[in-house]
Structure formats: C-alpha cells, structure tokens
C-alpha cells in the first residue's frame, strides 16, 4: 500500500535513498507520477495491481487497523514499523488493536541458532558467543539460519522485507514444528 499523502517532514533522506523511495511511490517517481487530489470521484484509494493499493493516509489508517486488528505483528525488529503505523492510526482516531506481543524474527533466530549450537557444538557449526556479539548483522543472522536476505530491487523495500521475515519466520517455526512432530511420533 502506497500512502498518497505521505508526511516526509521527519524522514531521513538516507532512508528514503536506500529504500528507493522516489523511485517507487507512485507520487514521487519523476515519470508519469499520479495524485488523488484531483480525482474526479473524490477517491480516497486506487487499486494499482492486484494486492498494490494507492490511498490517502486516512483511508490507508481505515485498512491497517482493520488488518491487524487482533493479529500478531511478525517483523524484523517489529517495533519500528509498529510505532510508526501506531502513531498513524493515533492522527486518525484509531487505536492498534494488534496483539501486544510483537515476535522480532532476529530475536528468534538467535535462540534458534543457539539451540542448533547446543545439539551440534562439533567443529564448523557457529557458537553462540560469534552469533551473539553486538552488533547483530540481521544478514548475518539469516543466511546462518539458510534463508537467504533479499537481494537488487528487493532489498531494503516493505514488501521485499516481508517477504524476507515471512521466509524466515516459516523456516524457523516449521522446524521447530517437524521437530516436536517427531519427537511425538510413537514409531
């Protein structure tokens, strides 16, 4: 979802540059950029392509907490994005309504990595203390757990970092669920 009426007054343009931001949003791009403000019908969202959605802040704020309203938030370091989107819905007169507990995919990759460690300390399989040491590589991380961190066009972009988390987070918890599976199995 692109938000037309994106506020930068705060944003950093480091930020903006590595994510491709005037590349990307529909409203900053330099060819053919495209606006709500003169809609005829007084829309207050477009459907780009399937599942890509343009809307002003007020309708995107509607969507978001109608989305995760009672979800949990899965993220790589979760909390940044869900402070920012909070204080969204806060402007509109909304309140995030998603569980509490946020799971920071990082976070569950050092236990995960942790526990390979203590199953297989034997030589070439990475310590604790080497994992551990701050400061953490969220690349790093990823490729010790074999899921490989987005790459080109994708890198540094919301969709190709949740894609990324949504990579990871099933490759973690899926093992973990093979393994209880197992460990349940009376053959």
């Not at 994005?81 to 946020?102: I, K, Q, V």
């Not at 994708?154 to 190709?160: C, L, N």
Request: hydrophobic fraction near 40%; include cysteine.
């Amino acid at each position: 979802m692109f938000v037309a009426d994106v506020e930068l007054s705060s944003a950093e343009l480091m930020g903006l540059n590595v994510g491709h931001f005037y590349d990307n949003h529909p409203s900053f791009r330099t060819e053919r950029p495209i606006s709500l403000r003169n809609d005829p019908d007084g829309a207050e969202e477009w459907e780009l392509s399937p599942g890509t959605w343009f809307a002003t802040e007020a309708k995107a704020a509607k969507l978001v907490e109608r989305m995760t309203r009672g979800a949990t938030i899965v993220g790589a370091v979760p909390s940044f994005d869900t402070e920012c989107l909070a204080a969204m819905l806060r402007r509109h007169n909304l309140c995030p309504a998603w569980h509490y507990h946020l799971i920071d995919v990082e976070a569950v990759a050092l236990g995960y990595l942790s526990y390979r460690y203590l199953l297989d300390p034997g030589p070439g399989n990475i310590g604790p203390a080497e994992v551990l040491m701050p400061p953490v590589s969220s690349d790093k991380l990823s490729d010790l757990c074999d899921v490989k961190p987005p790459v080109g066009d994708e890198r540094h972009t919301a969709i190709g970092d949740a894609r990324w988390v949504q990579r990871w987070y099933d490759s973690l918890t899926g093992y973990f669920n093979g393994y209880i599976a197992d460990e349940d199995d009376p053959s």
